[in-house]
T-cell receptor, first 116, second 107 residues
Framework: GAVVSQHPSRVICKSGTSVKIECRSLDFQATTMFWYRQFPKKSLMLMATSNEGSKATYEQGVEKDKFLINHASLTLSTLTVTSAHPEDSSFYIC????????????FGPGTRLLVL | KNEVEQSPQNLTAQEGEFITINCSYSVGISALHWLQQHPGGGIVSLFMLSSGKKKHGRLIATINIQEKHSSLHITASHPRDSAVYICLKNTGNQFYFGTGTSLTVIP
């Protein structure tokens, strides 16, 4: 089966710094990657959709200047949380799809971000 | 009102019980997914349905397109089934998540 990895799995940073989270599809080319955020005891919230080589499409209420998404290749998307604040502390998950595999979502293991 | 309604929110069952989790949605779909999230946070996609029924081991997922309703069944439940189960509806690149069902199976 398809595998999606995320790095780092856990990160602690100081308020005001920027944090980059990587999402990689390991054995397939991901035509589309998705970034989600999950608050404690809540379901997932889609933040943005990114297609390789084009600008990400952000969901309403998600600040695109704060959450920078880059999908530079068919196997890598990055989410950068800029000038992080404690309220950005959350669990960030990516998923990927490949057109030839239909609409099946392959999820990464998630990155837990704690901003002090 | 949420696009996707999931019930129950919390469920505790004895080992061996048959479990049903329900998901209703208000608008047509391309596909409906059932996801499992374990306490560590990792998510596994269990099923993707656009019609009918699928079975994998002790898990069964059904969908009724006319009634806009899907169910996830777990037969002979086991403590390792304890997790959060989430239904996800997608229409093209539009995604709508259910609120999740936290399942605890007691030995």
């Amino acid at each position: 089966g398809a595998v999606v990895s995320q790095h780092p799995s856990r990160v602690i940073c100081k308020s005001g710094t920027s944090v980059k989270i990587e999402c990689r599809s390991l054995d397939f080319q991901a035509t589309t990657m998705f970034w989600y955020r999950q608050f404690p005891k809540k379901s997932l919230m889609l933040m943005a959709t990114s297609n390789e080589g084009s600008k990400a499409t952000y969901e309403q209420g998600v600040e695109k200047d704060k959450f920078l998404i880059n999908h530079a290749s068919l196997t890598l998307s990055t989410l950068t949380v800029t000038s992080a604040h404690p309220e950005d502390s959350s669990f960030y998950i990516c998923s990927a799809t490949q057109t030839s595999r239909g609409e099946t979502q392959y999820f990464g293991p998630g990155t837990r971000l704690l901003v002090l | 009102k949420n696009e996707v309604e999931q019930s129950p929110q919390n469920l505790t069952a004895q080992e061996g019980e048959f479990i049903t989790i329900n998901c209703s949605y208000s608008v047509g779909i391309s596909a409906l997914h059932w996801l499992q999230q374990h306490p560590g946070g990792g998510i596994v996609s269990l099923f993707m349905l656009s019609s009918g029924k699928k079975k994998h081991g002790r898990l069964i997922a059904t969908i009724n397109i006319q009634e806009k309703h899907s169910s996830l069944h777990i037969t002979a439940s086991h403590p390792r089934d304890s997790a959060v189960y989430i239904c996800l509806k997608n229409t093209g690149n539009q995604f709508y998540f259910g609120t999740g069902t936290s399942l605890t199976v007691i030995p």
